[in-house]
């Protein structure tokens, strides 16, 4: 370890001998690979919580009270907890933070010791902490997102001795390294198994099928509503909303959409509608033509559903 500007930065770490701290070298900063992972995040998070109006700008100053936070894990994992929603103190906010980061922990089934991120870093807007969250959230909730691969920055880790502050400098890795990460690249980038499943025999096609229609199913027969022909019962666009509020947990307005739709034109109104919002959390359907769906394009139905399942399957 070499000697490290002891004097001027002995306030940061309050004169305690055997303190630590981590920060990353500001030269890291400006790497292009790390702000463009800042920069899908942000839209990411933005898209998530859209239908609640929460806008975040910046990762350091907007995270760090544990409001945005609540919101992605009552959203993302259906979490309600029992907290101040606005919390103006420091002593408030860390114990919100606390209770969030708990409740995110037990989600992500991290455990709090080996955490790469802890309630002191998140609420001291630690940014290399708040990325290693945030990283992990989209891996447990929105695995089909697409992050920049091999983010690295270069880390110091400073610590309080008798004989001043001392400094380790080290690589940390915030995405998938090298070979995981041309995996992931290769994963985001290859066809869509439903493009595959249609070159199949049609018994396999079938079996698929029926399988999309049972999950659909399930989640409409609150709403009172059975769907019995994939092939044709989501070409106005209407059931296929009201799925869509029901697997991401909000109401669409009905003067949105058409209820009772006639014609074509309204139709694809309500498909592109359905289509827009899965683009805007998360789903990857931009090559999906909505005038294909209305048309009872069969590949381009089912893959719309195929996403949905992938993603609310388990619930």
Not at 292 to 297: A, H, L
């Amino acid at each position: 370890m070499a000697d490290y500007g002891a004097e001027e930065k002995k306030d940061e770490f309050g004169n305690l001998q055997g303190a630590e701290r981590r920060f990353i070298q500001p030269t890291s900063l400006g790497d292009p690979k790390l702000n463009k992972l800042k920069e899908v995040l942000v839209d990411w998070i933005n898209k998530t919580l859209k239908v609640e109006h929460i806008v975040v700008r910046s990762l350091e100053e907007d995270l760090y009270d544990g409001l945005v936070l609540h919101h992605l894990l009552r959203r993302l994992a259906g979490v309600q907890l029992h907290v101040e929603e606005i919390a103006l103190s420091t002593d408030v906010q860390i114990r919100k933070l606390d209770v969030i980061l708990t409740a995110l922990n037990e989600t992500l089934e991290v455990n709090e010791e080996t955490a790469k991120w802890s309630v002191k870093l998140i609420h001291s807007k630690d940014l290399l902490s708040t990325l290693h969250l945030l990283v992990a959230i989209v891996r447990r909730f929105q695995p089909d997102l697409v992050l920049p691969v091999n983010v690295s920055v270069e880390v110091i880790q400073c610590e309080v001795t008798k004989s001043g502050i001392k400094a380790d400098k080290q690589t940390e890795f915030i995405t998938f390294q090298s070979d995981s990460g041309e995996e992931l690249e290769r994963e985001s980038t290859k066809e869509c198994p439903i493009d595959e499943l249609f070159k199949l025999e049609a018994h396999k096609i079938e079996t698929v099928k029926k399988a999309i229609l049972h999950f659909v199913n399930k989640n409409m027969s609150s709403l009172g509503l059975n769907v019995t022909d994939v092939d044709k019962q989501f070409a106005d666009g209407v059931i296929l909303l009201l799925l869509i509020g029901q697997l991401e947990g909000f109401f669409i307005p009905l003067c949105d959409f058409f209820l009772c739709p006639v014609g074509s034109s309204e139709m694809l109104h309500n498909v592109t509608l359905a289509l827009d919002l899965l683009i805007d959390r998360g789903f990857p359907v931009q090559s999906i033509d909505p005038q294909d769906i209305v048309s009872q394009d069969v590949p381009a139905t089912v893959k719309v559903l195929y996403y949905l399942f992938k993603r609310h399957k388990h619930k």
